[in-house]
């Protein structure tokens, strides 16, 4: 079959690198792609429309179009797609709205009793600082709609709180939760609207700098298993928090078929819902997918088609597997791009190393840097420990000016040993 994926990022390359080992797969385009998408796929222009997209898909005979990020999910491309009796991946625009809206997301959870901060939401600005001062405690100040995985803004004083008031509510809404304290963890679940078929566990690493210090970032690094995720955790997860939101989206015609993704704080009091998103983390999607053993293309279909319950028996490597994002100096603040980089093909070839574009472009026979975080570079290796230090060994085959990453990936689960 002819596969077409729909992005250009570090998830969407993981994407494609695991769509392209499946043997009912014959040829994966994808719009707009990047270099190395474009080792192993053919790359195409993303239209401005979703519906001239949809006429390619239809006239190239495209089997299954597979939708990596978040914006033409909220905007409606699966929708698009299945009028014309595509089969397209991911949730439809009603679905989606579990991402593009937090405080849609937020009464879901009170709704469905899902465990999540306490929070209120606010178009008004003097109204959210008022609020603020009241509750005299550390605040998460996040942007109501879409923000690639920078919405967030931690106001641990007043002072802190009412500049990222100031900085999101810009004709828009925000909403103000409790500061959760604990161990963060990313929950992935395949799902057809009715069944959920649970990935293995991930932890991002938000903040850019070490010790998770810094600013709020799309994710700068993440590993696979996360240990904080014990079996009982799992469980208590599946049932308390993905059931229940799955389930309650069908209760409101939302059906939700695709990625669920579950942002997680491990506190003291049992696991909360951070955010929901709706298709793959990324760099967690770097991590989970080359653990996963099964074939993804019929995973994929399956969602679309209701017959998830049919493929439970998923088959994962016992490698462990680790990502570090390498960005441009400065991320997430603003920083320079056409930066050569060189070592692409060292790293490559390091035993257990692939390195996934995010942020790249061709310029003449070099590739360039063209984005905040410019590449992932993963490692699977037996432990998770070695799979670490594997995927650092790749970061240090890689030059480009200025590049920047953290050097303590994986420190929570390395500290558990």
């Not at 979703?50 to 005979?61: I, K, P, Q, V």
């Not at 809206?101 to 939401?121: C, E, G, V, W, Y």
Request: aromatic share 6%.
């Amino acid at each position: 079959m002819k596969i077409l994926v729909v992005g250009q990022g570090g998830r969407e390359h993981a994407l494609v690198w695991k769509l392209a080992q499946s043997p009912l797969v014959e040829k994966i385009y994808c719009a707009p792609g990047n270099p190395g998408i474009s080792q192993i796929a053919a790359s195409i222009p993303m239209p401005e429309r979703f519906a001239d997209l949809a006429n390619w898909a239809e006239s190239e005979s495209i089997a299954l179009t597979v939708v990596g990020p978040e914006v033409p999910l909220a905007e409606g491309i699966v929708d698009v797609f299945r009028e014309r009796g595509l089969k397209a991946f991911g949730p439809d625009k009603r679905a989606a709205h579990l991402e593009a809206s937090k405080d849609f997301a937020k009464q879901l959870m009170m709704k469905n009793d899902i465990p999540t901060a306490a929070h209120r939401t606010f178009t008004d600005a003097e109204e959210a600082m008022a609020y603020i001062e009241d509750q005299n405690t550390p605040v998460f100040v996040k942007a109501n709609g879409l923000a690639a995985g920078k919405g967030v803004i931690p106001g641990r004083t007043f002072k802190e709180a009412v500049q990222a008031v100031t900085t999101i509510l810009i004709g828009d809404s925000v909403v103000i939760e409790e500061e959760l304290i604990g161990e963060e963890a990313s929950f992935t679940v395949l799902t057809d609207g009715t069944y959920c078929l649970p990935f293995v566990s991930s932890q991002d690493h938000k903040m850019s700098h070490d010790g998770d210090t810094g600013k709020n970032t799309g994710g700068m690094g993440a590993y696979s298993p996360a240990p904080v995720i014990t079996p009982e955790l799992h469980d208590y997860v599946m049932e308390r928090i993905v059931y229940p939101t799955v389930n309650g989206m069908a209760d409101i015609d939302r059906l939700f078929k695709g990625v669920l993704y579950v942002g997680l704080m491990i506190t003291d009091a049992g696991p909360k819902v951070v955010e929901f998103n709706c298709r793959f983390g990324d760099p967690e999607a770097q991590v989970l997918l080359p653990r996963l053993k099964s074939d993804l293309v019929p995973l994929l279909i399956a969602c679309i088609d209701g017959t998830l319950k049919q493929h439970a028996d998923v088959q994962w490597h016992n490698e462990a597997a680790a990502c570090i994002a390498m960005a441009s100096g400065g991320y997430p603040d603003p920083y320079q791009t056409g930066e050569v980089i060189t070592g692409l093909e060292d790293a490559n070839a390091i035993e257990g190393v692939t390195v996934f574009h995010a942020g790249t472009e061709q310029d003449g026979e070099d590739i360039v840097t063209a984005g905040g975080r410019v590449l992932g570079v993963t490692a699977v290796a037996g432990g998770l420990h070695d799979a670490i230090q594997r995927a650092y060994q790749g970061v240090s085959a890689i030059q480009f000016a200025d590049a920047h990453y953290r050097k303590d990936i994986g420190y929570r689960a390395l500290g558990r040993n």
